[in-house]
């Protein structure tokens, strides 16, 4: 088997980009070209992948687009609401209107305009921390969704506010004007909408062996419960993924906004729901001093639900990130083995490792290791 391409893949340094993979920065990605080459190395077209961990959907878009077909999950919403927009074959007039309303509503954005409050939204606390001249513009931009697109590319155009919206507050330490928000509403509704006329130029050349992506909420060690008749039918015969990463904290579903102020605004914005803390999108609160224990405990129950949906042989290709590799890739290896999952390819080899590029990480600093790194792991239910 060659894994040439695979592991020039995961040690490619360009930045996320190609069909609808810049619709959203969601945190950790990782590189389409990755998943790409894991699809092309173990599967076939009309074969079915399994992303159990999908985050920001890389994987399900680049199945796709190679004529497999996807399922995903994901226990956060805001996962869910992305898979959806990032792999819907809208029609060149569909994505033509979403441009076009970009740049009618863009001059009427003000935060001297009187709004329609999102009631409902501010209640829940989806709006604290949102900075007041951005949280109208967003319910502003919304609302003239609301009014003027069909269902179908209404949750692009929600989602091309939560792109301008993330570049505007999220980490910044200086908030943009509100001309320069209009400017850039525009300019992402252009990214979205060539992501969005790619994926179907792209899936177009199929012909008639296309394939399809169905994204579900759910929390992993459940998995062999979802109501997923595709599942059923045809059994992945591959995995392409990467679970949150042992002790390390990403802030999977909020904005960090002037400082460290945290807002959830994401999922108002996309009317989905939250109410969790960081913990549950990470298996465990990184600062439990049982942290290690309850962290693989939790990995183990998911792969044991994945096995009893996968086909005999199914291939596992996922990144996973360490801290402290020496003593937590014995412990993951051992997780993997009692789900049902045996590694066939020793990856103890560099070429295998790769050097975290500027991400938004957090490690647990009662390491001495601040520095992260990912590895490949390969491994085939048994
Ligand atoms: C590293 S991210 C995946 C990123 C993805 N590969 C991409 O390219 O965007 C890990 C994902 O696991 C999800 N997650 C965490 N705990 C989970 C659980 N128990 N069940 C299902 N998903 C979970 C998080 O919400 C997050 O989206």
Request: hydrophobic fraction near 40%; proline fraction near 5%.
């Amino acid at each position: 088997m060659n894994l040439q391409p695979l592991l020039e893949a995961i040690n490619d340094r360009n930045v996320v980009s190609g069909l609808t993979h810049n619709i959203y920065r969601y945190p950790a990605r990782f590189s389409p070209l990755f998943a790409r080459a894991a699809i092309e190395t173990f599967t076939k077209p009309g074969d079915t992948i399994l992303d159990p961990f999908m985050g920001g959907s890389t994987s399900l878009v680049e199945a796709i687009a190679l004529g497999r077909h996807a399922i995903g999950t994901d226990i956060n919403e805001l996962s869910v609401f992305l898979a959806r927009v990032k792999t819907s074959v809208l029609s060149k007039k569909a994505v033509d209107n979403l441009e076009s309303w970009a740049e009618v509503i863009a001059p009427e954005l003000s935060p001297r305009k009187p709004v329609q409050r999102h009631t409902h939204w501010k209640e829940l606390g989806y709006q604290n921390n949102m900075p007041w001249r951005f949280r109208k513009i967003a319910e502003q931009a919304i609302n003239h969704a609301i009014d003027l697109l069909d269902e179908e590319v209404l949750e692009a155009a929600r989602c091309i506010v939560l792109k301008t919206m993330q570049w505007a507050v999220d980490c910044k330490k200086a908030l943009p004007t509100a001309a320069a928000f209009r400017e850039k509403i525009v300019d992402d509704a252009r990214i979205v909408a060539r992501g969005l006329h790619a994926l179907r130029e792209s899936v177009k050349t199929l012909g008639g062996k296309r394939g399809w992506a169905e994204a579900y909420l759910t929390a992993t060690d459940e998995i062999d419960n979802v109501n997923c008749e595709a599942l059923k039918k045809k059994r992945p015969k591959l995995i392409v993924t990467s679970p949150p990463y042992p002790g390390i904290h990403v802030l999977y579903h909020r904005w960090q906004v002037l400082g460290r102020r945290e807002t959830a605004a994401p999922y108002w914005i996309t009317a989905s729901n939250d109410g969790n803390g960081g913990s549950y999108y990470t298996f465990c609160d990184r600062r439990r001093d049982d942290h290690d224990a309850k962290y693989f405990e939790r990995l183990q129950r998911c792969f044991t639900a994945i096995r009893k949906v996968v086909a005999d042989g199914c291939v596992v290709a996922q990144l996973v990130g360490f801290c402290r590799p020496d003593e937590q890739l014995p412990l993951y290896q051992a997780a993997m083995k009692a789900g049902g999952f045996e590694e066939f390819e020793k990856t103890t080899d560099q070429a295998f490792w790769r050097s975290v590029p500027n991400r938004k990480f957090y490690v647990w600093l009662r390491d001495s290791t601040k520095q992260t790194k990912e590895l490949l792991l390969l491994h085939r239910a048994t």
